[in-house]
């Protein structure tokens, strides 16, 4: 697990370490300079002609003790500080003094000489408003000269908080995150000026008493449930997958799947008496309740009901009056946790008066067009605000809200937010929603808990299509693809 900090909380733990624990900002400093020297060893060994472009914020200071450290190397370092030194913050003038007293030239205009590595320190993650100027144009040049780009802490120009870019920003190779990752290096275009993270630990600790947004990585598959020895396929739980509509079959198969290929122990499948035989020929392991359209039986759904351990509901279901029958029984009767998909969310959206204020056992999974009509909002102000709709959903039902997108966010009523890094540009296919719900489903059967289910199953889901990726390439992969891949994902 990682948390991901906004600017404001990531100020709050330097000034606890440097107030109440007693590390003095310029050691944190060091240390931060340090740590960028290191990736550039690593990531550059041969690097002698470095170039430190440094502003003359805290962030500048950094870049300042970066560029004297390379050169007591013996290395060949140009500094070049951009803005009015004599409005540098505090640490900043400490850096310049040390600089100077080792002799090392702090420049104000850049030469045209080439360099390997050009280090990028003109802003942290403090930046709020547009870039102009002189800011703006030292941007444009480092991100027209040639070398390794690496950003200290985040790329200048990039918003800690949100990702966007604030009029234009430094497209690195590599970003040193100093303590922790902040939003603006995950959320989406920040993420790709960051390019490639790593995370330098300089001391300060503390994120899990402040933060609620957190992050996934290969070692929270230690998560998954436990399969004991004694056991039998009810061990594992029952669920049930209601899916599909006349000859559309497709949804319910790729969920029913996922949900097997996830651990449950048993699938069973309501769905119209057209798909009946498709479906047992592409997945013989799932038992099948089938219903007449034209005289459709509310008993069979309410046995169904009554016998399900988790219910999943929405993958290819329809609009029709029907589906609104059954989505409506399911939401009077279930007395287990609920996953609605697709279809379910479209419904839920047409007929509002479905979904109460007090769903504790719901999980829903929009996409953004789904998302859009289930809270009557523009999409473009839910894409550019996935943290606060999602969460506002979660608290206004009291639900689990899985938001997707290329960073989908699952939030409860709680506050917690997790935000999603797995997964690539490949996944975006029909069906690759079915999937998710089907894992989300298969972790509930096992009894995780709905939130725990939802986080964990988006990581799967993301993993899962990294591995059918890399298999089969961006453009080729199904979502078929990423449902056989989540046995290469749980291992």
């Given at each position: 697990?990682?948390?991901l900090?906004?600017?404001?909380?990531?100020k709050?733990?330097?000034?606890?370490?440097?107030?109440?624990?007693?590390?003095?900002?310029?050691?944190?400093?060091e240390?931060?300079?340090?740590?960028?020297v290191?990736?550039?060893?690593?990531?550059?060994?041969?690097?002698?002609?470095?170039?430190?472009?440094s502003?003359?914020?805290?962030?500048?200071?950094?870049g300042?003790?970066?560029?004297?450290?390379?050169?007591?190397?013996?290395?060949?370092?140009?500094?070049?500080?951009?803005?009015?030194?004599?409005h540098?913050?505090?640490?900043t003038?400490?850096?310049?003094?040390?600089?100077?007293?080792y002799n090392?030239?702090?420049?104000n205009?850049?030469?045209?000489?080439?360099?390997?590595?050009?280090?990028?320190?003109?802003?942290?993650?403090?930046l709020t408003?547009?870039?102009?100027?002189?800011?703006k144009?030292?941007?444009?040049?480092?991100?027209?000269?040639?070398?390794?780009?690496?950003?200290?802490d985040?790329?200048?120009?990039?918003?800690?908080?949100?990702?966007?870019?604030?009029?234009?920003?430094?497209?690195?190779d590599?970003?040193?995150a100093?303590a922790?990752?902040?939003?603006g290096h995950?959320?989406y275009?920040?993420?790709?000026?960051?390019n490639?993270?790593?995370?330098?630990?300089?001391?300060?600790?503390?994120a899990?008493e402040?933060?609620?947004?957190?992050?996934?990585?290969?070692k929270d598959?230690?998560?998954?449930?436990?399969?004991?020895?004694?056991?039998?396929k009810?061990t594992?739980?029952?669920?049930?997958?209601?899916?599909?509509?006349?000859?559309?079959?497709?949804?319910a198969?790729l969920?029913?799947?996922?949900?097997?290929?996830?651990g449950?122990?048993?699938?069973?499948?309501?769905t119209?008496l057209?798909?009946?035989?498709?479906?047992?020929t592409?997945?013989?392991?799932?038992?099948?309740?089938?219903y007449?359209?034209?005289?459709?039986?509310h008993?069979?759904?309410?046995?169904?009901i009554?016998?399900?351990?988790?219910i999943n509901?929405?993958?290819?279901?329809?609009?029709?009056?029907?589906?609104?029958?059954?989505?409506?029984?399911?939401?009077?009767k279930?007395k287990?946790?609920?996953?609605?998909?697709?279809?379910?969310?479209n419904?839920?959206?047409?007929?509002?008066?479905?979904?109460?204020?007090?769903?504790?056992?719901i999980?829903i999974t929009?996409?953004?067009?789904?998302?859009?009509?289930?809270?009557?909002?523009?999409?473009?102000?839910i894409?550019?605000?996935?943290i606060?709709?999602?969460?506002?959903?979660?608290?206004k039902?009291?639900?689990?809200?899985?938001l997707?997108?290329?960073?989908?966010?699952?939030?409860?009523?709680?506050?917690?937010?997790?935000?999603?890094?797995?997964?690539?540009?490949g996944?975006?296919?029909a069906?690759s929603?079915?999937?998710?719900?089907?894992?989300?489903?298969?972790?509930?059967?096992?009894?995780?808990?709905?939130?725990?289910?939802?986080?964990?199953?988006?990581?799967?889901?993301?993993?899962?299509?990294?591995?059918?990726?890399?298999?089969?390439?961006?453009?080729s992969?199904?979502?078929?693809?990423i449902a056989?891949?989540?046995?290469?994902?749980?291992?």
């Amino acid at each position: 697990m990682e948390y991901l900090l906004t600017s404001d909380q990531m100020k709050l733990l330097d000034n606890n370490t440097i107030d109440k624990i007693g590390i003095a900002s310029s050691v944190l400093m060091e240390k931060a300079a340090l740590s960028v020297v290191s990736a550039i060893d690593e990531e550059c060994a041969n690097a002698k002609n470095i170039l430190v472009v440094s502003g003359i914020g805290n962030n500048g200071g950094d870049g300042i003790a970066i560029g004297r450290i390379l050169h007591l190397q013996g290395r060949q370092v140009r500094i070049v500080v951009i803005g009015d030194r004599q409005h540098s913050s505090p640490e900043t003038k400490k850096q310049i003094e040390i600089a100077e007293k080792y002799n090392i030239k702090i420049y104000n205009t850049f030469d045209k000489n080439e360099y390997n590595v050009i280090v990028d320190s003109v802003f942290g993650i403090g930046l709020t408003r547009s870039v102009e100027g002189q800011y703006k144009k030292a941007i444009h040049f480092i991100n027209q000269a040639k070398g390794f780009k690496i950003a200290v802490d985040i790329p200048s120009g990039i918003s800690a908080d949100t990702g966007k870019i604030m009029g234009c920003a430094v497209k690195a190779d590599l970003t040193v995150a100093i303590a922790y990752k902040k939003l603006g290096h995950v959320f989406y275009p920040g993420a790709q000026y960051c390019n490639r993270i790593k995370v330098a630990d300089i001391g300060v600790y503390g994120a899990d008493e402040i933060c609620f947004n957190f992050s996934y990585n290969k070692k929270d598959l230690d998560k998954l449930p436990q399969r004991l020895n004694d056991s039998n396929k009810g061990t594992f739980g029952k669920a049930l997958i209601i899916a599909g509509s006349n000859n559309m079959s497709g949804a319910a198969y790729l969920a029913s799947l996922a949900a097997y290929k996830m651990g449950c122990g048993l699938v069973r499948i309501f769905t119209p008496l057209e798909n009946r035989e498709i479906l047992q020929t592409l997945i013989p392991e799932a038992v099948l309740t089938t219903y007449d359209t034209k005289q459709f039986s509310h008993k069979s759904l309410e046995d169904a009901i009554a016998w399900a351990d988790v219910i999943n509901i929405g993958p290819g279901l329809g609009m029709s009056d029907i589906a609104k029958q059954i989505l409506e029984t399911v939401l009077k009767k279930h007395k287990c946790p609920l996953v609605i998909d697709a279809d379910g969310i479209n419904l839920l959206a047409k007929y509002e008066q479905l979904l109460t204020k007090n769903q504790k056992n719901i999980i829903i999974t929009p996409h953004m067009k789904e998302m859009s009509r289930l809270s009557k909002r523009n999409i473009n102000d839910i894409k550019n605000n996935l943290i606060e709709n999602a969460t506002e959903m979660a608290k206004k039902y009291k639900l689990i809200c899985v938001l997707k997108d290329s960073r989908t966010i699952v939030a409860d009523y709680n506050k917690k937010v997790y935000i999603n890094q797995s997964g690539n540009n490949g996944m975006a296919k029909a069906g690759s929603g079915d999937v998710l719900s089907g894992i989300i489903t298969g972790l509930l059967a096992q009894k995780m808990k709905p939130f725990e289910s939802a986080a964990l199953g988006v990581y799967i889901h993301g993993v899962s299509g990294d591995e059918a990726s890399n298999l089969n390439g961006c453009y080729s992969t199904l979502a078929r693809d990423i449902a056989m891949n989540i046995t290469r994902a749980l291992h």
